[in-house]
């Protein structure tokens, strides 16, 4: 049976290894539905390549440009704005969605599609870090499938698959430690955005490679793991290990370690969740072990790291927290790259904004989307502060 895919996110680095993953399989997959912020004349390529005929843009005014381009087929039907992402994300014949919009905006979106039965293939990782309560309890109600795009929770899914959960005793999170983890924290006190844009092993886009060099990257993937495994913050640890290959590992009570490996390449974690439960041929070689390979792994130290720590303390917390921690950290890293607000103060605005923000059990949505607007205002507060001197 062919799978239909809707893709959301389709122009970023997540869509990019999406569409190598569909071009691998077309035997199994078609793409039926794309979405975009704003860059349309990199969706009408996408369009014409995959034969597309629903296409959305977040931009309404560049949607309304794309329409007039002639750069679509004339049957083309269009989704713009918030709305149209969501009814995207219920296209009547679509199998899998998958969510790779950076920050915030396809929580609606895959609200909707588990509403309506739809696998989730889950790449933006703040859905679950802002909802998860609400998230999760649509995906037990709708008996849906909830696949992990991310790679350490894609390790984590299949070093688990076919385990009693009642056998796992820990969850350990590997990170490469980003960009400067070989720099001591006070030689970060001019690093520019252009230096934060350069990862190591794994090609992404800007957000997440900045988060994954102060590591608020691994706080954010700490509070999905809690989500999407029901594991409370004391049995979630994170390891060190720079070279990407093992993804994560399951420690069972008996003590046996269970990891994931594989290139530093999204396209693993992807084509799993698209093909799942079947496997076929990859899209890139996998790892050669008749060459010299090393792994090293190390503790991830909470003093030099505060972003990580200022994310477990959120998920002990819990409640709005982690949402508050999120929120905080998108102003922060917006003000870093747009703002020139100094590397060292993104911890500074996270943790000013959850002393400062109201915590509390949400009861629903309502109640964490307005958690979040308020985190917002008092994390742009905390910016201009930082920025005034
Ligand atoms: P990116 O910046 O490269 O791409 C983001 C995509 O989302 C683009 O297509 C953009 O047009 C689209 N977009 C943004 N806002 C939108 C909106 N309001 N409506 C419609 N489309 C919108 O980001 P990315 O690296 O591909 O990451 C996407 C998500 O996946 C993030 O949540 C990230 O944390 C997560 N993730 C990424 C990686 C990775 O390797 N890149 C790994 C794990 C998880
Ligand atoms: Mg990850």
């Given at each position: 049976m062919i799978k239909n895919i809707v893709l959301l996110?389709?122009?970023?680095?997540?869509?990019?290894?999406?569409?190598?993953?569909?071009?691998?399989?077309?035997?199994?997959?078609?793409?039926?539905?794309?979405a975009g912020y704003s860059r349309w004349k990199e969706l009408a390529e996408i369009a014409r390549e995959f034969s597309v005929l629903d296409v959305g843009l977040f931009d309404e005014e560049r949607c309304a440009e794309a329409k007039n381009s002639g750069l679509f087929s004339p049957e083309t039907r269009w989704y713009a704005g918030a709305q149209g992402l969501r009814d995207l994300a219920v296209l009547p014949d679509a199998h899998t969605v998958v969510m790779a919009v950076v920050g915030t905006a396809g929580l609606l979106p895959t609200l909707d599609a588990i509403k309506n039965g739809k696998t989730i293939a889950l790449a933006s990782k703040e859905v679950l870090v802002k909802a998860?309560?609400?998230?999760?309890?649509?995906?037990?109600?709708?008996?849906?499938?909830?696949?992990?795009?991310?790679?350490?929770?894609?390790?984590?899914?299949?070093?688990?698959?076919?385990?009693?959960?009642?056998?796992?005793?820990k969850l350990i999170l590997t990170a490469s430690g980003g960009a400067f983890l070989n720099k001591r924290l006070c030689d970060l006190q001019h690093i520019s955005p252009q230096d934060a844009l350069k990862h190591p092993n794994w090609k992404m886009?800007?957000?997440?490679?900045?988060?994954s060099s102060t590591m608020a990257n691994k706080g954010l993937e700490l509070i999905e793991a809690h989500w999407l495994y029901d594991m409370p913050a004391e049995r979630l640890n994170v390891v060190i290990h720079p070279q990407s290959i093992v993804h994560s590992m399951v420690q069972y009570v008996d003590g046996t370690i269970l990891a994931h490996l594989s290139p530093p390449c999204m396209t693993f974690p992807i084509q799993h969740c698209l093909l799942y439960p079947e496997r076929a041929e990859g899209v890139r070689a996998t790892l050669d072990f008749s060459t010299l390979m090393q792994l090293e792994f190390r503790p991830a130290d909470p003093q030099r790291f505060a972003c990580l720590r200022l994310a477990q303390e959120a998920l002990r917390h819990n409640?709005?927290?982690?949402?508050?921690?999120?929120?905080?950290?998108?102003?922060?890293?917006?003000?870093?790259?747009?703002?020139?607000?100094?590397?060292l103060r993104i911890p500074n605005v996270i943790e000013e904004t959850l002393e400062s923000a109201k915590t509390f059990e949400p009861t629903s949505l309502e109640d964490v989307l307005d958690a979040d607007l308020e985190a917002r205002r008092i994390a742009n507060k905390v910016v201009l502060s930082y920025i005034r001197g």
């Open positions: 996110g389709a122009t970023g680095s997540i869509g990019d290894s999406t569409l190598k993953v569909l071009r691998k399989n077309p035997q199994s997959l078609k793409l039926v539905g794309i998860g309560k609400f998230v999760m309890a649509a995906v037990r109600k709708h008996k849906v499938n909830i696949l992990p795009v991310d790679s350490e929770h894609n390790a984590l899914y299949q070093c688990m698959h076919g385990h009693p959960r009642e056998h796992v005793d886009g800007p957000k997440v490679t900045i988060d409640g709005v927290a982690p949402a508050i921690f999120n929120a905080a950290n998108e102003i922060a890293v917006e003000a870093f790259i747009h703002a020139s607000l100094p590397y």
